[in-house]
């Protein structure tokens, strides 16, 4: 991908379990951010975390930054049926007014 | 309130045809405009991204081409279409560093 790659590709779990997605990227950025993009469909910002940032919390997500390992994850807890979806992370790169995004997590939670 | 608005849904065009998929935004002003192009089962890559009117920067050498000929109207083209421009398409905008928001998207095939 252009920037970053994400893990696993594909995870199935059962409702009320939690989802645990990763993301690691290539550059030093300004920010990083998380989307949701149910089938077909366009993609739905979740979360936006800073550099100097490292977790931030939205509901039932949770995000973590670690710029070191140039790394975040996306935990999803207490999942639900309606959390089926892909799941991206985008980061901007220093200086730049664009974003990449990583080639995406397939989240399928069973009810 | 901001709205992004992406046309058409869906277009099915023969190899050798022109290309024209328009996007517009309301609401806002100056935004940074983007295209990005989704291959089935993967992640976004970008296309092209604006930071004003005229102002067009390209991420990867294609058969496409954009241009902003108003501050909120992104329009992707191409003189002629190839197999390997079938995808979905997705315009974006944002303003700053914050998030970003998606149109519904194109999906393009080239038969």
């Known amino acids: 991908s252009q920037q970053g790659e994400e893990d696993p590709q594909a995870l199935s779990i059962q409702e009320g379990e939690n989802a645990t997605m990763n993301c690691s990227y290539k550059t030093s950025i300004n920010n990083l951010q998380w989307y949701r993009q149910n089938s077909g469909r366009g993609l739905v910002h979740l979360i936006l975390i800073r550099s100097n940032e490292r977790e931030k919390h939205s509901g039932r997500l949770r995000v973590t930054l670690d710029t070191s390992k140039k790394s975040s994850s996306l935990l999803i807890t207490a999942s639900r049926a309606a959390d089926t979806a892909s799941y991206f992370c985008a980061t901007e790169p220093l200086n730049f007014n664009k974003f990449y995004f990583g080639s995406g997590t397939k989240l399928n939670v069973k009810p | 309130s901001q709205t992004i608005h992406q046309w058409p849904a869906t277009l099915v065009q023969p190899v050798g045809s022109p290309l024209s998929l328009e996007c517009t935004v309301e609401?806002?002003?100056?935004?940074?405009l983007y295209w990005y192009r989704q291959a089935a089962g993967r992640g976004l890559q970008l296309l092209f991204y604006s930071v004003g009117i005229g102002q067009i920067s390209s991420e990867v050498p294609q058969n496409l081409s954009a241009s902003r000929p108003q501050d909120r109207q992104f329009i992707l083209s191409s003189k002629k279409l190839l197999l390997s421009d079938s995808g979905f398409y997705l315009c974006a905008w944002r303003s700053g560093g914050s998030e970003a928001f998606f149109g519904q998207g194109t999906r393009l095939t080239v038969v």
């Open positions: 609401g806002t002003s100056n935004p940074n």
